[in-house]
């Protein structure tokens, strides 16, 4: 027979047990809480820089801190001393030439030269850069360097752009090892003040150009593109093209590049940097994401075929040389101005041609 004491310590354990329930029930509810607090996950969305990929991140809130900065860190633009006429139009042009019709296209040509280099501006300007029309394309030539700390050089440059406006100067060095400064340079001031349908070209101040054979060159290209459908103008290597080439590891080489800075044993397919052709519109791209990417020394290949790998663009779209003749290097004793004279001739005979040199 149940006793009332028996009762008793029943309804008692019972009352030990939901105090112990209630006990652990509160405990769980505080860590879920402590935990929801400490960690969150953020889902980054694609953008063009990380090439479409979603990245999933864990933080750590903290009162008054704002959210970890997840985004890649953009090379700061470059600044400019000096630029060149938005407008691209000197008297001549406009006179002469009557720059103001319409063309079927138009190229401006970005050369590499160094702040002294006057005379082999100089020399440019009255040979294959004094082109201004050839049949219906628009040619245009824009001198790009670096800062020189000395003040002489500095007022002769600015009486050559008062003279000339082609003059492009950004706040930088201008030694031969930082050349992909002036490449970079060209690129951007290319992207922000040129129509996204113009041709863009990169040059060194040491090679003359066969503008009909360059050309005829554009004129293919844009045919290749059209056949194989693709979706942008490929790259012309007007001067020539590295297709596997490897890199240089011999001490002494003035193209020696060490495994720490390029670990692979051949170099993506690629332009040689004397001269090559594009899109305005592709150099644009190419320059956004190159602000995301680790500098190379070799800006030809850097941009042609690294930063192009990391767009995206297949090798297949790299075009070689389709003239022989198209530019040609200048051998130490060479004459620019001789070259010229020869070349000239037969681009006034074939051609409808406007100089201003």
């Not at 112990?20 to 969305?45: D, W």
């Not at 500095?154 to 950004?170: H, M, R, S, V």
């Not at 037969?346 to 100089?355: A, D, P, V």
């Amino acid at each position: 027979m149940t006793t009332k004491e028996d009762i008793i310590q029943v309804a008692l354990v019972l009352l030990i047990i939901q105090c112990l329930l209630a006990m652990y029930g509160f405990i769980y509810y505080q860590e879920c809480v402590k935990m929801k607090k400490i960690s969150r996950i953020v889902v980054l969305q694609p953008t063009n820089i990380t090439r479409q990929r979603t990245q999933t991140y864990v933080t750590t809130s903290r009162p008054n801190k704002t959210e970890v900065d997840l985004k890649p860190r953009l090379r700061e633009k470059i600044r400019f001393l000096i630029e060149p006429k938005k407008d691209l139009n000197d008297t001549c042009s406009l006179d002469k030439c009557n720059s103001t019709n319409g063309f079927r296209w138009s190229m401006v040509t970005f050369v590499k030269s160094k702040s002294d280099h006057f005379a082999q501006r100089e020399t440019l300007r009255r040979t294959w850069a004094s082109v201004r029309i050839i049949n219906n394309a628009q040619f245009r030539t824009i001198f790009v360097v670096g800062t020189n700390p000395s003040t002489q050089n500095t007022n002769a440059l600015k009486n050559e752009q008062k003279q000339y406006g082609d003059i492009l100067q950004y706040d930088g060095p201008d030694d031969y090892k930082n050349i992909m400064l002036k490449t970079l340079a060209g690129m951007q001031w290319a992207s922000d003040n040129l129509p996204s349908n113009f041709f863009y070209s990169s040059a060194d101040d040491d090679v003359i150009v066969n503008l009909s054979a360059l050309q005829r060159q554009i004129v293919a290209a844009h045919a290749k593109m059209n056949k194989d459908g693709w979706s942008e103008f490929p790259l012309v290597c007007a001067y020539n093209i590295m297709p596997h080439d490897k890199p240089h590891r011999e001490r002494g080489s003035k193209w020696l590049i060490d495994k720490n800075e390029y670990p692979w044993h051949v170099w993506p397919p690629s332009c040689f940097g004397g001269f090559y052709s594009t899109r305005v519109s592709l150099i644009a791209r190419f320059y956004e994401e190159s602000r995301a990417l680790p500098l190379l020394r070799f800006d030809d290949v850097w941009i042609t075929g690294i930063v192009r790998q990391h767009v995206g663009m297949p090798s297949d779209m790299v075009l070689p040389p389709g003239d022989a003749n198209t530019v040609h290097h200048l051998e130490k004793n060479e004459n620019m101005t001789l070259l010229w004279e020869k070349m000239l001739p037969q681009l006034e005979t074939q051609h409808n041609i406007c100089l201003c040199a």
